[in-house]
């Protein structure tokens, strides 16, 4: 029984953007294998302030993983199979979904 039925399948990343603490040369031969291409900020590298237009969307990530940590079942993987712990996170997902609709 699978529940990723409902969605499409999804593309493989052609980009990945990471920070200084992924500046080593494996980590960047391991990304280009899986033919992507790395964008890793070098060690000591002055930070690009003002020169960005976009807007991070760093925060949409922490801001998800906060609403999920409020779930135990998923906070603390209880269930020994991956079914129910995937269970688990659709439905603590549905209701973060169903919350944030019916503010």
């Known amino acids: 029984f699978h529940l990723g039925?409902?969605?499409?399948?999804?593309?493989?990343?052609k980009h990945l953007c990471l920070d200084k603490g992924y500046d080593f040369k494996d980590i960047e031969a391991l990304i280009k294998r899986r033919n992507i291409r790395p964008h890793i900020r070098k060690k000591g590298e002055k930070p690009l302030i003002g020169k960005y237009k976009g807007k991070p969307r760093r925060w949409?990530?922490?801001?998800?993983n906060s609403w999920h940590n409020r779930f135990r079942?998923?906070?603390?993987?209880?269930?020994r199979?991956?079914?129910?712990?995937?269970?688990?996170?659709?439905?603590?997902s549905s209701i973060i979904v169903f919350n944030f609709f019916n503010r």
Do not use: D, M
């Open 73 to 79: 079942a998923i906070l603390i993987r209880w269930e």
């Open 81 to 92: 199979k991956a079914e129910n712990y995937l269970a688990s996170l659709y439905l603590a």
């Open 5 to 13: 039925f409902f969605w499409k399948k999804k593309k493989k990343p």
């Open 60 to 64: 949409v990530v922490e801001r998800t």
